[in-house]
Every structure is written in C-alpha cells, then in structure tokens.
C-alpha cells in the first residue's frame, strides 16, 4: 500500500467516500466510519483505496482461512502490497482487524466484484495477488485451493477462467496455452494477434494510466512476465519469432 494511499485512509478526509463492508475496514483503521454513497459532495468512490483494502482484507481472511502465516507468506503479502516504512504499522492494523472482522470474506469479495466488474482484468489482479501470496511456502494447500475458488466465483470466473489464471502461478497440466487461456487447435495467426491482445490489455502502464496503486501495477508486470513465459513456450514449439 503507498504511503499516498495511505494518507486517503488516515488522513483528516479521505477526500472520496467508499462504503460497504470495505468503508467499514478502512473507518476502522482511520477512526472515521465511511458509509456515503457516490453522489455524496465528497466525490466518487476512491477505485485506488477500494482495491488494496480489499486486496488486504481478502489476503487477510485467506490467512484466517489457512489458519497458518508462514514467514515467506509475509514476505510475499510485503511484494504484493508495497508500504512505505512510515505506513507499516497502519497496513498491520487493518490486517489484523480484517482478520478479525464479522464480515466473511464474501462480502470483501462482492464489493470488489461491484466496483470492478465491468473491469474483469482487475479481479483477475487481486486474484494474481492472492495466489502469490499462497504459494510463498512453496504449495497452495487444500483450504486456500477452496478459498481463492470461492473468491474467484464471486468474482464471476467460472472454472475455465480459474484454471487459467492458476496456471499462471502452479503447474497443472503445465500447458501454456492453458496459461493464455488460447486453444492448441488455433492458427498461428490467430494465436499471435491473441498473444499482442493479451499483452495489450495486460501490460502495467494500463494500471498506470487508469489511476490504480502500485499494488495493481505489480501484480499486472507479474501477469505480463507469466504472459511472456508462455508464449516463448509456444513460439519455440511452432517455430515462431
């Protein structure tokens, strides 16, 4: 989380209004409860503020849900959501009280799937996030498999979509066209002008341009580097440059 992030939550204004079970997260934190809803003077929702709380919050439930936080795990959730030393104490506190929360995760996640919903690619961005983060120990366990399907569902992925986004992160059938999410029986042409569409939509300075955190934007070279991976894989298999 930026530290310019993190003055919206505990600054003297947040200067936008977020509400929902996130507002309630962010109004625990900052000793404001946030419950406006957009039209209000404060201005629109802060999409920036909206994202890596809920990021935050499902990383948090996810390890509720596991039950265990492994070293490499608070590693990871440090590459994930990127904090300023002076923020750190903060990003601890909403951690600790997302964990605690009577909200479940689902009502973290149905906020997500409301604000970015016609943005599916930023879903797909928290989901990268989690997966990062749950594989750190070097497997993703049973609980969090069940947990990042959940959340994926609420999301609006089907099975198809979260096969192809896991397969970013653990080797299912160590197919790279799973990756892309692209079919083997496709032409070379056809393949190519989807790789450049993939690349396109993915790469990080889209994050940039629309405004979102840095935590976004990682999570978005991350998707890119796995993107690239794979289609090395499949150019080297068809003779393609």
Do not use: C
């Not at 070097?138 to 986004?165: M, N, P, Q, S, T």
């Amino acid at each position: 989380m930026s530290a310019g992030i993190w003055g919206k939550i505990g600054g003297a204004g947040l200067g936008g209004l977020v509400g929902g079970p996130i507002g309630a997260l962010v109004g625990g934190v900052a000793g404001h409860f946030l419950v406006d809803r957009e039209g209000a003077p404060f201005g629109p929702t802060p999409r920036d503020v909206v994202f890596t709380t809920g990021l935050v919050a499902l990383a948090a439930k996810m390890a509720k849900s596991d039950g265990v936080v492994t070293e490499s795990e608070v590693e990871a959730f440090g590459q994930v959501v990127q904090v300023e030393p002076e923020a750190r104490a903060g990003v601890e506190r909403l951690f600790d009280l997302a964990k605690a929360t009577t909200a479940g995760f689902e009502a973290y996640a149905g906020q997500l799937a409301a604000t970015f919903g016609e943005e599916p690619a930023l879903l797909e961005d928290v989901l990268d996030g989690l997966f990062h983060i749950a594989k750190a120990d070097g497997a993703i366990h049973e609980k969090e498999e069940r947990y990042l399907r959940a959340v994926a569902a609420i999301f609006g992925f089907d099975d198809d979509g979260f096969r192809r986004i896991a397969a970013r992160h653990v080797r299912l059938a160590d197919d790279p066209y799973l990756v892309l999410g692209l079919e083997r029986s496709m032409d070379d042409a056809t393949l190519k002008a989807a790789y450049r569409r993939l690349v396109a939509e993915t790469h990080p300075d889209r994050a940039l341009a629309r405004g979102l955190p840095p935590e976004a934007v990682a999570i978005a070279t991350r998707r890119l580097a796995a993107i690239n991976a794979a289609w090395d894989r499949i150019a080297a298999e068809r003779g393609l440059r």
